[in-house]
């Protein structure tokens, strides 16, 4: 980036940023309150379950018994601290994601430049403006180069406005307008560069003052919430009609209405899916939080559910499967070729030192330009300590490259000598111009540089001169050139990157690299990734001249696309996208915005992206790294897969506590379940299906499916019926459990007592079985999940004190269980779920069969 004296300027030092941010506080503006325990306890209180409760531990008051109304309210209290603990944790989730989303700014600070979280900019503060950069803060104008700001967001003008560099005596002026120095934060540099001075941050800010706030994580409304509010309403809807019908039932049948209040309550109690949103909001928001923990931040929810369902990724190659950062590869000197190893101990070969030398004299002393910094990397190796190194040389003037010549030339003077030295570098074909080369040493070097085109590479020439003349030519052209040699340049490949790429067609996913290199360099690179049928490719211009249904046609099986401009890129993702693919697309220029907004899955590039980017796109690759992108949909399919298994688990935990809270009522047997009973199992749910379930690994074929299709809903009737069949299953053993207490004469305390015990070791095992659709209890249970220990050590250790506490055992309404009893509690609780594990097995086989067979 060329501005005017950026070499001069040294910014605030460490000092002064520490004081600034002491007196003026962070550059963000105030965020809504956030929910204190106090808001939290008003939440819990409006939900249904809560309600519920409270309602039967006020009839047990009125009715008398005040041991258990005590405990139902006791349990009001460690619902509310459940309920805290997953607020909390989902809070801080968000709040890492917020503060990772804070726009960046580049400063000028401690004489260096430095790219910092936009919260972090104080006024004082250095700001370097460039083309799709969100400015982060009100401030002036030092210096600029044909800047257009957009500042729709404060006038509502769409057209973009001019801007000049700040001159003592102007007066403040509102935003809008052309030709003014102040620049506001929030709006959008569309043109140009700048130097700016931060003059205000924050609240004091013009977006301040109009109360516009930053851009959090989206909680919009997605597809899959939709669907889950719409089943809990229906299973609520079901569930109070059930328990309205239960009171009347038990009121004209028993004659007792408030026994019968209390078994509808706890009927209602047993059917409300009270945790689908409560799953829905932690697996999100966690989510989200671990993607980040893999370099990708997430800006829209919906990009987890999408995640898993991605078929195409289009990705660019440079700094997305490559480094971004020029190295030399290859050398030719004295018609000989030779690749250059920068880990070598002779990296530099000695007939190539002449060539080194004047390639790094026709270097800027501080480059930033991408291959002349590995230029200069040439000389902190062994080359470095050679006589070819001249670090006391003097620099008398430059000529720079032009558009008549694609080469620049550096005049140097030593300390002792009177002659200068010119060393020239650029275009291989403009130094042999500048070599004066017949026609027949033009081709002879034609064929050289293709052999180094052939890989892929960026290739300059080098050559140099003397001069003993006081007066230098106007042109670099009138000094004498020998031509030196060609270096080749190459952008490595990213380590891990063709790993990643076969995990993507393992998955199922189709790969189509996106770039402006040419066709050779853009070859080289996908078979050294390991794309698949590299040779189908097409350049922009080509593309230009296909209709819409050809390009469509040619994208089912095109997989490179070189020369192609940003504007391309949206006409490749609607015509993937009208070919019923789902797709994922990175970016990271302004023009790429409208690619990455109208894709399923638009990732922006967080190092080297601009903010309009980041704004347009689901996802922000913070590493600009092709791996994190295939780690995150690794995860986004975990995410889902977790997500279902948590929601089979709650419909088939739901319905043996349902079944059993109704079923004695209808056929006028005793009753088992009553609201504590219910309570002490929710307590064993809650935690189980938010926290265990969301810790859970990945299955281990989680990348050897193909994509889950965009429209499968959660609950497939697969899902469905193996859920509704697990709880079914458990609801019958427990219920012969049940039928057998009663029929061997046992009293009501007893029957209740092993029909409770069985119910919660089966929920146990539920726990279990779920972990996994596809391993078998006894492969999930080598693999750690605390959260799992925990709840597995809390529901028994609290069984065994309920079962002999005589206070704790009066209060359940239980009795001692004999040994026997137990014993048989345990066997049932196995078998109602054996039939699940019996199913995975055959599907194990099933599989390893049908890879034998292909294997054949």
């Known amino acids: 980036m ?35 325990i106090a808001e939290i306890i008003l939440e819990v209180a409006k939900e249904p379950m809560f309600l519920l409760l409270v309602a039967s531990g006020l009839i047990y008051f009125f009715l008398g018994d005040i041991t258990e109304a005590i405990m139902l309210m006791s349990f009001v209290l460690v619902i509310i601290g459940i309920t805290v603990y997953q607020e909390r944790k989902t809070e801080r989730a ?125 909680r919009d ?20 009609l059930l328990c309205l019908i239960i009171v009347i039932i038990y009121g004209i049948g028993r004659g007792d209405w408030i026994s019968g209040l209390l078994a509808g309550i706890t009927l209602a109690m047993a059917i409300l899916p009270e945790e689908f949103p409560v799953v829905l909001t932690v697996f999100l928001a966690l989510g989200a939080w671990r993607i980040s923990q893999e370099h ?19 990705v660019d190659k440079t700094g997305t499967l490559t480094l971004n950062k020029m190295t030399v590869q290859s050398f030719f000197a004295h018609d000989e070729f030779c690749d250059y190893d920068g880990a070598g101990e002779n990296s530099v070969p000695d007939y190539c030192h002449e060539l080194s030398e004047y390639a790094i004299l026709a270097c800027k002393k501080d480059p930033f330009d991408p291959m002349e910094k590995a230029l200069v990397q040439l000389s902190e190796g062994d080359f470095g300590k050679t006589e070819h190194i001249h670090k006391d040389w003097k620099l008398i003037t430059e000529y720079p490259l032009s558009s008549e010549l694609l080469a620049m030339s550096n005049v140097w003077q030593s300390p002792d000598g009177h002659e200068f030295t010119i060393a020239a570098k650029g275009a291989p074909e403009a130094i042999g111009d500048l070599c004066h080369f017949s026609e027949q040493e033009q081709k002879k070097l034609s064929e050289q540089i293709d052999i180094m085109a052939s890989r892929g590479l960026r290739i300059l020439g080098v050559a140099k001169s003397s001069f003993s003349r006081s007066e230098l030519p106007s042109i670099q052209h009138d000094f004498i050139f020998t031509f030196l040699g060609l270096i080749g340049f190459a ?10 790429v076969n995990e993507c067609y393992a998955a199922g996913i189709r790969i189509i690299m996106i770039t402006g290199d040419y066709p050779r360099t853009a070859q080289n690179i996908a078979n050294q990734i390991g794309l698949v049928d590299a040779d189908n490719y097409l350049i922009g211009a080509d593309l230009d001249r296909l209709s819409d249904e ?26 993937l996208k009208a070919n019923h693919e789902v797709v994922a697309m990175t970016g990271d220029g302004v023009n790429d915005a409208p690619a990455l907004k ?172 779920n972990r996994s659709w596809s391993e078998t209890i006894i492969s999930t249970i080598r693999t750690p999940n605390k959260a799992m220990g925990w709840v597995f050590v809390g529901t028994i250790s609290s069984l065994v004190l309920i ?39 055959w599907n194990l086989r099933k599989n390893q069969t049908s890879h034998y067979l292909q294997g054949i």
């Open 803 to 841: 079962l002999t506490v005589p206070a704790l055992r009066d209060l359940f309404r239980f009795s001692q269980v004999s040994a026997e009893g137990i014993i048989t509690c345990i066997l049932a609780a196995g078998v109602s779920v054996l039939w699940f594990e019996a199913w995975k097995l």
């Open 2 to 36: 060329t501005i005017p004296d950026i070499e001069t300027i040294h910014g605030l030092s460490s000092e002064q940023v520490a004081d600034q941010l002491r007196t003026f506080g962070y550059n963000e503006l105030p965020e809504h309150k956030k929910d204190g």
């Open 221 to 240: 409304d997605t597809r899959l919430k939709r669907e889950i509010t719409s089943m809990v309403k229906i299973i609520a809807t079901c569930g109070l």
């Open 598 to 769: 109208s894709a399923d899955i638009g990732i922006a590039m967080g190092g080297r992206g601009t903010d309009v980017a980041r704004e347009a796109s689901s996802l922000v690759l913070l590493d600009d790294n092709f791996t994190s992108i295939v780690s995150a949909v690794r995860l986004g399919r975990r995410i889902y897969d977790n997500l279902k298994k948590a929601m089979a688990y709650i419909f088939s935990i739901h319905i043996p506590i349902a079944g059993m809270s109704l079923i004695p009522v209808l056929f006028d047997m005793p009753l088992i379940l009553m609201p504590m009973h219910i309570v002490f199992l929710e307590l064993i749910i809650d935690p189980t299906c938010s926290i265990v379930f969301e810790a859970e690994k990945e299955e281990q074929d989680i990348m050897n499916r193909l994509p889950r299709s965009a429209d499968e809903r959660l609950f497939t009737p697969k899902t469905l019926f193996l859920s509704l069949m697990q709880g079914f299953v458990v609801l019958g053993v427990v219920l012969l459990v049940y039928l057998h207490s009663l029929m061997s004469g046992l009293g009501e305390t007893e029957v209740r007592s092993m029909t409770f015990i069985t119910i919660v070791l089966a929920n146990l095992l539920l726990i279990l079985t």
């Open 296 to 314: 990708v931040l997430t800006r829209q929810v919906l990009a987890i559910e999408t995640l898993g369902s991605a078929t195409v990724l289009c």
């Open 491 to 500: 952008d490595p490949v990213r380590p891990g990157i063709t790993e990643a």
């Open 94 to 218: 968000l709040e890492a994601l917020r503060n990772l989303s804070s726009p960046r700014a580049l400063v000028i600070r401690d004489g260096e430049q430095r790219r910092i979280a936009g919260r972090k900019v104080v006024p004082g503060d250095i700001l370097i403006l460039s083309e799709g950069d969100r400015v982060p803060a009100d401030g002036i104008l030092l210096s600029s180069n044909n800047l257009t700001v957009d500042e729709s967001l404060l006038t509502g003008e769409s057209v973009p406005v001019r801007k000049i560099p700040y001159t003592e005596g102007l007066k403040d002026q509102a935003p809008g307008g052309d030709d003014q120095p102040y620049i506001y934060s929030g709006t959008l540099v569309v043109q140009g560069q700048a130097l700016a001075e931060v003059r205000t941050t924050g609240s004091r800010t013009e977006m301040g003052k109009i109360g516009t706030v930053l851009q959090e994580v989206s």
């Open 550 to 575: 050809e390009l469509k046609e040619r994208l089912k099986t095109a997989t490179l696309f070189a020369r192609a401009v940003p504007e391309q890129k949206l006409r490749i993702v609607n015509a």
